[in-house]
């Protein structure tokens, strides 16, 4: 009876062959898995397009049934190959939310660096070992210990030595300690050579371009891919404004545009600021559906592409008539 159906929006990062790669320690979703995900979202709701489902956010496009909008954050190069031809094939169409300083300079993100190390196979007491000389090199700074202290902990998924390296080289440290160490870190367990990297693991303009004239969204994840809600409102302003510089590399205009808040981090400063610059949808990790017309179109939850199957045991939702 309800009138009321709610838009599910899923969020995808590394969609690739995991298993049988290179990087099996990398958390994402197997490209094997996406296809079985795709065949039960079609089953079980509207696709819609990003263009209808931002029509139905605002209230303007009323739902028959519950539906859903795909989302794939960080424009990994996964996007265009794994992705891009599979939703081609069954004609559905995403937004893809990459970071400009990825696209445009092939800078790896810190969060990537991150990923990786740990993915190396490396022994992550050994690193955290690594980052305790570091600290204790580095003036001015606490021992080791008080680091521990707060950030040796098991957390979710993931052992007290995992967790330690990724929120010491998150956000524990300071901000050009934690980037020299992730970089030290990195050539040391990864890969010498951070750029031609970085240039595998990202979408270029080419390839982006190719998607957004096949009928995807392209739409902003800032520029350096940053906590803004760590920063003032000013520096807030520059990183989306910086972003822009991709959407002009791939022929596309700014106003009306999307974005997706890295981190999922934002306060009022930043909605005020999207607000100003006439931004039409920004998308949150508040694991929620959304309810179309209600919530607040810079405010849209969304759900990891973890709770639908197939790696979830059920349905997460009743199917609704
Ligand atoms: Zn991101």
Sequence with gaps: ?????????????F???????????????????????????????DVLTPKDAIAALRGDRPLSRRSCLLTFDDGYKDHFTHVFPRLQERNLKGIFFPPACA???????????IHFILAGGSDPKQLGNLIDEAVRAH??????DTFRDEHHHAFGYDTADVIYVKRMLQHALPSKLRRTLADDLFAQTVSSDAGSFADDLYCNVDDLRE??????????????????????????????????????????????????YPYGSYNQETLSCLEAMCCVAAFTTKPESATPGSDGLLEIPRLDTNVFPPRAQAAPFAMTA
Excluded at 105 to 110: E, S, T, V, W
Aim: glycine share 6%; hydrophobic share 40%.
């Design 103 to 113: 696209a445009l300079d092939r800078h790896m993100l810190d969060v990537n660096k």
């Design 15 to 45: 969609v690739r062959p995991i298993e049988q790669s290179r990087w099996p320690g990398i958390k994402g979703l197997e490209a094997s898995a996406f296809d079985t995900q795709l065949d039960y979202l079609e089953a079980t709701y």
């Design 1 to 13: 009876m309800s009138s009321h159906h709610q838009l599910d929006v899923v969020m995808y990062h």
């Design 139 to 144: 003036p001015g700074l606490p021992a080791p």
């Design 211 to 260: 998607m957004h004239e096949a009928g995807h969204m392209i739409g902003s994840h800032g520029n350096a891919h940053v906590w803004l809600d760590r920063m003032n409102a000013d520096d807030q302003r520059a990183d989306i404004f910086n972003s822009f510089r991709l959407f002009d590399a791939i022929g596309m205009p700014n106003s009306n545009f999307t974005f997706c």
